[in-house]
């Protein structure tokens, strides 16, 4: 039979890792959406005054993936979901650090529902009160979306 001490610290040993895991995934989490608002924003400032298109698009994935092997992420589909990521939230001060805080999926659901890339708020707040937001929704409170 255990001792009580011996349950205790299986209990807490338990809760540590969690913590730690779910921590863990918060960070790998904010780093990719930080590698994809970076990319999005490299093919967006490239894209100005030049004729880059669906070509290029199409050989950055293509290289990128022969690049990294076994990763991903970087398809030419998303390498645009990537831009649309940048735009639809660049200049919104307020925004985009909570945008970051949410999931790469959550944010392809929510650039895909919004018709307008400039109003992402209007869609945002819900996604971010799900578990595993790292977002609490009284974060929000007094929170002016307006760009």
């Known amino acids: 039979m255990q001792s009580a001490d011996y349950a205790g610290l299986l209990v807490e040993a338990r809760e540590r890792i969690r913590s730690a895991q779910y921590d863990a995934l918060r960070a790998v989490n904010k780093e990719l959406i930080g590698l994809y608002w970076d990319i999005g924003r490299m093919i967006e400032r490239r894209q100005q005054g030049e004729s880059w298109g669906k070509s290029v ?6 290289d990128l993936q022969r ?4 990763i991903q992420g970087f398809s030419a589909q998303n390498l645009w979901r990537m831009r649309q990521f940048h735009l639809a939230y660049a200049g919104h001060e307020k925004l985009s650090p909570l945008a970051r805080e949410i999931t790469w999926t959550k944010n392809v659901i929510i650039l895909m529902q ?4 400039l109003s992402p708020h209007v869609v945002v707040c819900p996604f971010l009160a799900l ?3 790292a977002c609490h929704p009284s974060l929000l409170k007094g929170v002016n979306f307006a760009p």
């Open 57 to 62: 698009v199409a050989s950055l994935a293509r």
């Open 67 to 70: 690049e990294f092997p076994g």
């Open 114 to 117: 919004c018709k307008d890339p």
């Open 131 to 133: 578990p595993g937001s």
